[in-house]
C-alpha cells in the first residue's frame, strides 16, 4: 500500500464507519495520546521499566499503526499528501544532513 493509498484508505473508514473527522485540535491530542502508549510499549520492550500486571499486551506494531492512523486523519483534514511531504523531507534531510552523520563521532564510537 502506497501513503496515498493509506490516505484514501483512511477517509474512506472514517466516513463509513468514523461519520465524521474529529477536529484538528481533537486529533492532535489523540496523536498525542497515541505517542504516549508507543513509548509505554517501547520503555517495556526495550527500556529497563516492567509492565504492571494491570498493563493491557499491546504490541507495538499495533500502537505504531494507532499513531500512523491518527497522523494520516490530521493529513487528509488539513490538506497535506503526506507522499510527497515525506519524499520532500526526505530530499532536504539528505542535502543538508549528507554527511553529517558521518562525521559524528558519537555514533561511530563503541560503546561499552
Same mark, same amino acid.
Given at each position: 500500500?502506497?501513503?496515498?493509498?493509506?490516505?484514501?484508505?483512511?477517509?474512506?473508514?472514517?466516513?463509513?464507519?468514523?461519520?465524521?473527522?474529529?477536529?484538528? $485540535?481533537?486529533? =492532535? +491530542?489523540?496523536?498525542?495520546?497515541?505517542?504516549? !502508549?508507543? *513509548?509505554?510499549?517501547?520503555?517495556? #520492550?526495550?527500556?529497563?521499566?516492567?509492565?504492571?500486571?494491570?498493563?493491557?499486551?499491546?504490541?507495538?506494531?499495533?500502537?505504531?499503526?494507532?499513531?500512523?492512523?491518527? $497522523?494520516?486523519? =490530521? +493529513?487528509?483534514?488539513?490538506?497535506?499528501?503526506? !507522499?510527497? *511531504?515525506?519524499?520532500?523531507?526526505? #530530499?532536504?534531510?539528505?542535502?543538508?544532513?549528507?554527511?553529517?552523520?558521518?562525521?559524528?563521532?558519537?555514533?561511530?564510537?563503541?560503546?561499552?
Amino acid at each position: 500500500m502506497t501513503i496515498q493509498d493509506a490516505q484514501k484508505r483512511v477517509d474512506q473508514w472514517i466516513r463509513q464507519y468514523g461519520v465524521r473527522y474529529f477536529n484538528e $485540535l481533537t486529533n =492532535l +491530542a489523540l496523536l498525542m495520546e497515541e505517542t504516549g !502508549e508507543l *513509548a509505554r510499549v517501547v520503555a517495556r #520492550q526495550f527500556g529497563e521499566q516492567s509492565a504492571k500486571s494491570t498493563e493491557s499486551n499491546s504490541t507495538l506494531s499495533d500502537e505504531m499503526a494507532d499513531v500512523l492512523f491518527v $497522523l494520516i486523519c =490530521l +493529513a487528509n483534514q488539513t490538506g497535506v499528501d503526506l !507522499e510527497s *511531504a515525506l519524499e520532500a523531507n526526505l #530530499q532536504k534531510k539528505s542535502e543538508r544532513d549528507h554527511t553529517r552523520h558521518h562525521n559524528n563521532p558519537k555514533l561511530s564510537a563503541k560503546k561499552p
